[in-house]
């Protein structure tokens, strides 16, 4: 099972205008258990005292590195801002050990990457681990609201001064250029074709960049993309079955019951009924969501953070649990 841990912040650096950078520099002990691969993330837990959340950033440093990710302000983000407010170097925080799939498929490969604002963390790491692992070209398309708001330039233009022309960064700003369309991404991807493609920056962005690949001729199969806010809440009520579970819901210090149709998740089950619990990936990844059956059947699908014994003690996943028969009892911890 993954633990959380208490990491202390040795440094926060503002990067752009609207965000920063933590640097954690776990003790010697917790090495393996921090060990990571780039394009992963951390997911940590934070925000004022009586609204504690869990969020996922991605990890910018290299493997062996201090861990360094990247939060950016958001509007209405209660974790972020609260970040970018708060966090000072010598504070704790709650983190649990990297998770995540996004990372490089094919080493010494030329590569293509789109990045919109705050998705430059992921798409940093990998740019920087490809080169590393002999690359012939990475190419990045790097697009934010304005030069002002861009984060990782320096770090971007010292991975060019290390590797020159094997790397090209096209920089977008949004005040300057208009958004990006999806003819101006196909032009993009057009003349680096037949590469793999990794993209992460916000829904509409993304959205763009699959209209512009799409225009462009791209293989699916070869676009690889990082969601962490987009991942889909089944709909109550249509979500593929006639079954209805009453699940109840020990949580806060408050029992609560709620339904769970078909095959909804857990987790989508108590969101959509505005139960405040604890999550961030929403893929079985980060561990955010664990807690205990109490009682009843369940469903479990494929997870990275539950082991054998962790599910004989009862322990799931909220994301990736359905509920089965009629009546359900679980616990947060
Ligand atoms: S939200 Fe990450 S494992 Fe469920």
Redesign the pocket.
């Known amino acids: 099972m993954k633990k959380a841990h208490e990491l202390r912040l040795g440094d926060v650096i503002p990067q752009g205008s609207d965000a920063v950078l933590l640097r954690f520099q776990p003790d010697a002990g917790l090495a393996e258990d921090f060990r990571f691969e780039p394009g992963q993330y951390l997911?940590l837990a934070a925000g004022p005292v009586d609204a504690r959340q869990w969020r996922c950033y991605s990890l910018t440093s290299a493997p062996g590195a201090p861990l360094d990710v990247l939060v950016r302000r958001v509007r209405g983000g209660l974790v972020s801002n609260w970040l970018c407010d708060h966090a000072r170097p010598g504070d704790s925080l709650t983190v649990l050990p990297p998770a995540g799939h996004f990372t490089l498929r094919r080493e010494g490969e030329p590569v293509l990457l789109f990045a919109g604002g705050s998705g430059i963390a992921p798409i940093f790491s990998l740019a920087r681990q490809a080169l590393e692992k002999g690359a012939p070209r990475v190419s990045i398309f790097y697009a934010n609201r304005s030069r002002a708001s861009a984060m990782l330039v320096r770090e971007l233009e010292d991975l060019q001064t290390r590797h020159g022309e094997r790397l090209e960064v096209r920089y977008w700003h949004d005040d300057e250029d208009g958004l990006p369309s999806a003819g101006q991404l196909a032009a993009f991807a057009t003349a680096r074709a037949d590469r793999d493609v990794y993209l992460c920056g916000p829904e509409p962005f993304m959205r763009g960049v699959d209209e512009g690949l799409a225009q462009a001729g791209f293989d699916a199969s070869r676009i690889y993309r990082e969601e962490f806010d987009s991942a889909p809440d089944e709909p109550a009520g249509d979500a593929g079955g006639e079954r209805l579970t009453q699940l109840t819901v020990q949580f806060g210090g408050n029992t609560t019951t709620l339904p769970v149709h078909g095959k909804e998740s857990l987790?989508a089950a108590m969101l959509n009924a505005g139960l405040a619990v604890p999550?961030?990936?929403?893929?079985?990844?980060?561990?955010?969501?664990?807690c205990r059956l109490v009682s009843g059947e369940v469903e479990r699908l494929n997870?990275a953070?539950l082991d054998e014994d962790d599910v004989a003690d009862g322990w799931l996943?909220?994301?990736?649990t359905r509920a089965l028969g009629d009546t359900l009892e679980v616990r947060f911890p």
Request: charge should be positive; include cysteine; proline fraction near 0%.
């Open positions: 997911t987790l999550y961030a990936c929403k893929a079985g990844e980060c561990a955010s969501c664990m997870n953070v996943v909220a994301c990736r």
